[in-house]
């Protein structure tokens, strides 16, 4: 069982920046792959980025590749997600997940969720 909560979204400006964050429990956590997940208005769930668990891949949606960074610590139980250059289409709720797969971009391979965090990218 994991837990997941993040934090860091808000309101911000075309061309800022953004650091979510997203604390896991569990003493598993290192074993998970995670990713980022973003719901728009009136959009379907997309997939952002997701790293393996060891940290030594990292994946990205074309549509933020060169301006999101995901990274993670396993000591502190956190995944970040950086977001620089962003643009009002980023404007969304971000959610992270956890899955035992070694990768995948599909929403239902994901077994836990956080609630998401709202990013607002103002023009």
């Known amino acids: 069982q994991v837990l997941l909560v993040e934090s860091g979204g808000g309101l911000v400006q075309a061309g800022g920046s953004l650091r979510l964050s997203c604390a896991a429990s569990?003493?598993?956590?290192?074993?998970?792959?995670m990713g980022w997940f973003r719901q728009g208005p009136g959009k379907e769930r997309e997939f952002v980025a997701a790293?393996?668990?060891?940290?030594?891949?990292?994946y990205s949606a074309d549509s933020v590749k060169g301006r999101f960074t995901i990274a993670r610590d396993n000591a502190k139980n956190t995944v970040y997600l950086q977001m620089n250059s962003l643009k009002p289409e980023d404007t969304a709720v971000y959610y992270c997940?956890?899955?035992?797969?070694?990768?995948?971009?599909?929403?239902?391979?994901?077994?836990?969720w956080g609630q998401g965090t709202q990013v607002t990218v103002s023009s």
């Open positions: 997940a956890a899955t035992t797969r070694s990768y995948s971009d599909y929403a239902y391979d994901y077994a836990y």
């Open positions: 790293i393996s668990w060891l940290a030594s891949n990292t």
């Open positions: 569990g003493r598993t956590f290192s074993t998970y792959t």
